[in-house]
């Protein structure tokens, strides 16, 4: 059997990654967790892997943790990987994304060992981008626009110069925006559907509350983008940076008025000015041509079924929690039930925009568990996610081993509620 370490197994893409790899029946899943990690996104499976409490920060612990796992592969997806807390915590997030890959390095080193190791990077590096630009590449330009895309540069250049300097086999790859069940509320997609799901169970008014639409972004499905990560270790050539991308680009207004499209209840749209960001890119578009080329990978699922599953996922979380809550059926009482700072990529624009959309049918969901949180406590666990769904987020988080790309931001104005 093979002996697979995943880093932020308890996040969002580490626990589909996890998933993925039990289904394979050929690996032993092993992975690393601190004594804070919320575990509810691997309660489904968590008799089936083996943890390891480490924090990626101490040095020694990740010795420990490496020595008495002895992987054969490891997927590094931990990470502060949530754009908004890189500006409000810059010192934390570059130490945390730098300082847990460097000790992860060493740890492998002296072990003695020689593992495939996969570096979860971000389309977050290529920052700003002209549309004469599109689609990016790995030759691409880097010009990063926040703390959090300067830490993934380093983490992209330290596994490269690990490989060249002491022969580390590492695979980086640059992962565009990817959403599916459990991800966190703090991300746009999420961030829509739990308003929704939240409304039609009327514990909000039935008002979308949304930041800048016309960001447009490359959205590939999480349960694809897992199976990519096995593909770059598998077939990937160490030393080598690899884009994952769907090659197809939303506005936010179309996922927006995807999801209302799935809704029972009528609901509006209104701009939300504090979900803006000081600075974005304003078109995320991914060319995956040589990754495909060296693996055979290519994205199996639909946008509209990604949606749906997360969509119904919030759903089911929504009417979990809502008999704790307090179902409020007079909106004009209620708040924003979210309060969460929304995923939306934004621009300083504060004009409002409002529109109407009458809900068409609820489609079908894949049947994931309720009860899976969505903001890591902590760091979350950054899986290259292109800085996650774009989102825009207040509060601090440091340290590692917990979700991957949930964000350890406060909600908007709830004095830093964590999930």
Same mark, same amino acid.
């Given at each position: 059997m093979v002996r697979a370490l995943v880093t932020g197994i308890t996040g969002f893409a580490g626990s589909h990654l996890a998933e993925y790899l039990l289904n394979r029946k050929d690996v032993e899943v092993y992975g690393t967790v601190r004594w804070r990690s919320r575990t509810e996104n691997i309660e489904g499976i968590r008799g089936r892997i083996r943890l390891v409490e480490c924090d990626l920060m101490d040095a020694t612990a990740v010795d420990q943790a490496v020595q008495k796992?002895?992987?054969?592969?490891?997927?590094h997806l931990a990470a502060q990987s949530f754009v908004p807390t890189s500006w409000l915590a810059p010192a934390e997030t570059l130490m945390n994304n730098i300082l847990g890959e460097l000790n992860l390095f060493e740890a492998v080193r002296r072990a003695g060992i020689d593992p495939l190791i996969q570096i979860a990077c971000s389309s977050e590096e290529y920052g700003l981008v002209h549309e004469d630009e599109v689609p990016i590449n790995e030759d691409s330009p880097l010009r990063p626009q926040s703390p959090y895309a300067v830490s993934k540069i380093a983490q992209d250049f330290l596994g490269y110069q690990y490989f060249r300097s002491y022969g580390l086999r590492v695979v980086r790859t640059r992962t565009f925006n990817h959403t599916g069940p459990r991800r966190g509320e703090v991300f746009v997609t999420s961030s829509f559907a739990k308003q929704i799901a939240e409304i039609e169970h009327g514990l909000a008014e039935p008002v979308l509350k949304v930041g800048n639409l016309d960001a447009r972004r490359d959205f590939t499905d999480v349960?694809?983008?897992?199976?990519?990560?096995?593909?770059?270790?598998e077939r990937g050539e160490p030393g080598e940076v690899y884009v994952i991308a769907s090659g197809r680009d939303y506005r936010i207004s179309e996922v927006a008025e995807m999801l209302l499209a799935m809704s029972t209840v009528p609901i509006r749209i209104e701009?939300?000015?504090? /979900?803006? %960001?000081?600075?974005d890119v $304003?078109?995320?578009l991914g060319d995956s041509t040589k990754? /495909?080329? %060296?693996?055979?990978?290519? $994205?199996?699922?639909p946008f509209e079924k990604t949606l749906a599953d997360l969509l119904e996922y919030w759903r089911a979380r929504v009417a979990y929690e809502a008999p704790r809550r307090g179902s409020r059926r007079a909106y004009g009482s209620a708040t924003n039930a979210t309060n969460a700072d929304s995923a939306d990529s934004g621009d300083t624009s504060a004009s409002a925009s409002t529109s109407t959309r009458t809900s068409a049918s609820t489609n079908s969901s894949d049947g994931n568990?309720?009860?899976?949180?969505?903001?890591a406590s902590g760091a979350s666990g950054g899986e290259g996610e292109g800085g996650g769904d774009d989102g825009r987020g207040r509060g601090r988080g440091h340290g590692h081993g917990g979700g991957d790309g949930d964000g350890d931001a406060a909600r908007s104005g709830s004095g830093g509620n964590r999930r």
């Open positions: 796992v002895r992987p054969d592969l490891i997927f349960r694809d983008v897992v199976r990519a990560y096995w593909l770059a270790l701009q939300d000015p504090s /979900r803006m %960001r000081p600075s $304003p078109v995320l990754f /495909r080329r %060296r693996t055979g990978w290519e $994205p199996l699922i568990s309720v009860g899976d949180s969505s903001i």
